[in-house]
């Protein structure tokens, strides 16, 4: 290698002195940050190895690392804080934007957790109130009324008959409460008689709804509730129809058949068996005498068909036995017998043995009704006196007609209470009472007063429920 | 509005033209309804009986006078959740307590009869029974002293039957509808 001269190694070191000084006042203007952009503000105040912190208030917390890696800075501690700031919002941050650190320095934030969670209030009840009262309960709690619905009830119209949230429930102030208010009971007008189509429109102009029961064609028949009932607005009137007129059938003859075998008969046709009334007939007992409607009419399905029915013919007429002769004990049952009884009973002293009857009134082979009463004279039979003694000449003719008196009166008294009285009650009932009409002969049975009694019962009960019965307890204050 | 009591007479709809006469010609011509006049006619001594059963069935009309409200509060008033309301110090008789009752059924079992009377001395009984199953919906009871003093309207629906030994005279299956009105109870009825 070819030695430079001295000499131009002195020129060349001189030149370098002279650069220097303009050089160093140059490197002091432009900052110690070479290949990175001069900081804003930075200036001369800006020291060799120093970074300007930036700012991170306001940013969230996600762009943070980015921001500060640009910087030549790096996260510090991050804490949480309660703020008005979105959550993750940086809120604070130290060393504070703009300050000059050395490079690498961390820097320390302060996150948002959001807004401060205000205190639960409880909804209060507000079923039964009207909209105006719920909505100044519902501003005291710091609630607000939310939208307001319509629903039926036969409550007045605008109480209140249900809430959402429902009372008791924990929910944050100025929360919208939900009310759905009765619409009030309206007047059930009448759709009996008429058609399906002109119900519903005249039960639409009431704002109640039609709901039809069955599957027949017809005029209505009857309708659930009644007219003139309340009922909530926008419920439904049940009705039922009766079938219309095409569908009539024919009355099947049912005179002459046994009353068992009505049913056999009616049913197919969809007839029914009405009133079954008995009389006697010469009929055989059970056969059908009267019909109503007769055979042949035509009617509605499901009508019903009264029926008389044969009990049997009337017992043959009877000739009143002879009975004289015969002990009183024989008489009641031979009398049993034929369906007749004893009438009054007379004594008499006769020859005759005591008990011996000596008259009869019908006379026997008289014809006799079934029932009819035989009266009858029965013998004391003969006084028999002592051989030494008299008949006093001071009989006790009193005391005597009175003890006969006696014997005959305790005699009808025993026989009007164990005699099996004969007469047929017709009875009519009245609500709590059955009056009697005596239609027979014996003014006996006229003492008698049958009735029913009905025995009220409150009866048993129990209650089934899932859980608690009790679902909100409020209280009121008088 | 009608401020007559609600009575199983309204539940079932009772009228007796509207008795299913079929039904009364089978119990007519039934064994036991022949056994109820032959007993009839043993202890009325001989008194021929011309009733039908349909006559009997107009006495129903009275045991069917029970108001259904004191069949709910007979029921309610049983349950150990209301009797802490009997309790005069947490419960002051200034004090009105509304209680809702959530969905429930009473089911009740009633024993009435007719007795047929000679001259005050019963001589047979027509047992009945009636069963009902009622579902409640919406109830709120009103309380105060101690005494449920109002019943404010609900929703309900129901079953309910009459019966004479095997026979149902009568049964009602309602729709749900709803309580017509608020019931009060005068001074209340004591839990």
């Known amino acids: 290698m070819k030695r430079l001269p001295k000499r131009f190694l002195d020129r060349i070191l001189t030149g370098l002195a002279k650069l220097a000084l303009p050089l160093f006042i140059l490197f002091m203007v432009s900052g110690p940050t070479w290949g ?44 949480s804080v309660t703020s008005d700031q979105p959550r993750d919002t940086v809120v604070r941050q130290a060393p504070a934007a703009g300050q000059r650190v050395p490079a690498g320095t961390p820097v320390r934030i302060w996150v948002s957790t959001g807004p401060p969670q205000p205190n639960l209030v409880r909804v209060p009840n507000i079923i039964q109130s009207n909209a105006q009262q719920a909505r100044q309960l519902l501003a005291h709690d710091r609630l607000r009324l939310g939208r307001v619905s319509g629903d039926q009830s036969m409550l007045s119209q605008g109480t209140i008959i249900r809430q959402a949230p429902t009372a008791g429930q924990q929910v944050r102030p100025d929360t919208a409460v939900d009310i759905w208010v009765s619409m009030g ?65 024919e009355v099947p003859p049912l005179i002459g058949r046994h009353l068992d075998e009505v049913t056999g008969i009616l ?58 002769g015969r002990h009183l004990n024989e008489a009641g049952s031979i009398l049993n017998s034929k369906n007749l009884g004893i009438g009054q009973v007379t004594r008499r002293q006769a020859q005759e043995a005591e008990g011996t009857i000596i008259g009869q009134d019908p006379a026997a082979g008289t014809p006799a009704q079934p029932r009819m009463k035989v009266n009858l004279v029965v013998s004391t039979g003969q006084r028999v006196l002592p051989l030494d003694n008299k008949i006093p000449p001071n009989i006790p003719w009193l005391l005597i007609t009175l003890t006969v008196s006696g014997v005959l009166g305790g005699t009808y008294v025993l026989y009007r209470i164990f005699k099996a ?9 009245v609500p709590g009472k059955v009056q009697p009409e005596i239609t027979a002969d014996s003014p006996s049975l006229a003492d008698l007063e049958v009735r029913l009694r009905p025995v009220i019962d409150q009866g048993q009960q129990s209650i089934t429920a899932t859980g608690s019965l009790i679902s909100e307890e409020r209280k009121e204050h008088e | 509005m009608n401020d007559s009591p609600i009575t199983l007479k309204d539940f079932f709809l009772f009228d007796t033209r509207n008795l299913a006469q079929d039904r009364l010609s089978d119990i007519e011509v039934s064994g036991e309804f022949v056994t109820l006049r032959n007993n009839l006619a043993q202890k009325t001594r001989g008194i021929t009986w011309p009733l039908a059963f349909g006559d009997i069935l107009q006495g129903i009309e009275e045991v069917l006078k029970v108001k259904l409200e004191d069949i709910l509060v007979g029921a309610w008033k049983k349950t150990r959740e209301l009797r802490k309301y009997r309790d005069p110090e947490k419960y002051p008789p200034t004090e009105t307590v509304l209680l809702h009752l959530v969905e429930h059924t009473i089911n009740s079992e ?52 009459l019966s004479w030994g095997k026979f149902v005279l009568l049964e009602e299956q309602t729709k749900t509808f709803t309580l017509p009105q608020s019931i009060k109870l005068g001074e209340g009825i004591p839990i």
């Open chain 2, 110 to 161: 009633l024993h009435p009869a007719l007795e047929v009377v000679v001259n005050d001395l019963a001589v047979e009984k027509i047992q009945l029974i009636i069963k009902l199953a009622l579902n409640f919906n919406g109830i709120i009871l009103k309380i105060k002293g101690g005494k449920i003093i109002e019943i404010l309207p609900g929703s309900c629906k129901g079953t309910g039957n």
């Open chain 1, 36 to 79: 990175q952009p001069a900081a804003p503000g930075a200036g001369f105040a800006a020291r060799p190895g120093t970074v300007q912190v930036p700012n991170l208030v306001g940013q969230n917390r996600e762009q943070v690392p980015r921001i500060l890696d640009q910087a030549r800075l790096h996260l510090g501690e991050a804490a």
């Open chain 1, 267 to 324: 049913n197919p046709r969809n007839l029914g068996i009405g009133q079954v009334t008995r009389r006697q007939a010469q009929e055989p007992a059970g056969t059908i005498i009267e019909q109503n409607p007769a055979a042949g009419t035509q009617v509605q399905p499901r009508i019903k068909i009264n029926l008389v029915v044969s009990i049997g013919a009337p017992p043959p007429l009877m000739e009143v036995p002879p009975l004289i």
């Open chain 1, 185 to 249: 009971p309206v007047q059930v007008p009448n759709v009996v008689g008429i058609n399906e189509p002109e119900a519903r429109r005249i039960l639409a102009g009431a704002r109640l709804r039609l709901e039809v029961a069955d599957q027949v064609q017809g005029p209505i028949e009857r309708q659930v509730p009644a007219a003139g009932e309340s009922a909530p607005m926008g419920s439904s009137v049940q009705v039922w129809r009766r079938p219309a007129g095409p569908t009539l059938v």
């Open chain 1, 421 to 429: 009285p004969s007469a047929t009650l017709a009875v009519r009932v």
